[in-house]
């Protein structure tokens, strides 16, 4: 799974969107908007959790050659307060678009898949610190939660560290941008399923005036990034 995890996530999401037809809320059509917005703060929640995490102290997930990999223990930053914050933000971030998109196998299959895949690509990864890192590992893992972060001394954390909004950028661009556009496609696709293409026109007409934005500012990010603007300590 930590292999291949970069494609078993998108496929379960098109599978959900494509195999089932998304619901009102309550049969509500006029709160539609209102479980909309609830499932963009979610999302948003789990970006900005992302970004805590990152700015203060970064640790590569991808791996070495597509296995498990660790050059070091980090427990800085964000990673004092929570084992694994990047996966934690990431299941926010889908349970967020699930919301918006509002479909019963999403909430009933594709997010409890999601969370079982997580689950065993972290058994995984502690496995594998556990051997490299001994003791010091052990006693990380007892004082330290999993998922759930801990608040506690958060704010002297962040007071202690210096926030790289450079690596923020340069890491987080790309991953904010595919979201924030599968967020609004999503929201134009559930009113085009159940109220037809004339509603559909209309709220894709409002999405892609909200996309305009996020398309600027993903274009800048790469130029910045391409011409090494991004680099930390530039």
Not at 92 to 112: C, D, E, H, Q, R
Not at 203 to 221: D, E, I, K, Q, S
């Amino acid at each position: 799974m930590f292999r291949y995890r970069t494609a078993i996530f998108p496929a379960v999401c098109i599978a959900v969107v494509v195999a089932t037809t998304p619901a009102a809320p309550f049969g509500r059509e006029d709160w539609d908007r209102w479980l909309d917005l609830a499932g963009l703060a979610i999302a948003m929640s789990g970006q900005l959790l992302r970004g805590l995490v990152i700015g203060l102290a970064y640790i590569q997930r991808g791996g070495k050659d597509n296995a498990i990999h660790a050059d070091a223990l980090v427990r800085d930053g964000f990673f004092a307060h929570c084992r694994n914050p990047l996966y934690t933000g990431n299941i926010l971030v889908y349970l967020g678009l699930f919301v918006i998109l509002n479909s019963t196998a999403g909430y009933l299959i594709a997010m409890p898949l999601i969370a079982f895949v997580y689950w065993c690509i972290v058994v995984a990864e502690e496995e594998y610190l556990g051997g490299r890192f001994g003791s010091v590992y052990d006693d990380y893992s007892r004082r330290v939660p999993r998922f759930l972060p801990s608040f506690s001394g958060l704010g002297e954390t962040i007071r202690g560290m210096r926030f790289d909004w450079r690596r923020l950028l340069r890491k987080e661009y790309g991953a904010t941008f595919a979201w924030i556009s599968t967020a609004l496609a999503l929201a134009v696709w559930e009113i085009w399923v159940r109220q037809g293409p004339r509603a559909g026109r209309a709220r894709l007409r409002m999405a892609v005036l909200a996309w305009a934005p996020v398309v600027a500012a993903y274009l800048t990010a790469r130029w910045l990034k391409k011409r090494r603007y991004l680099a930390s300590g530039s």
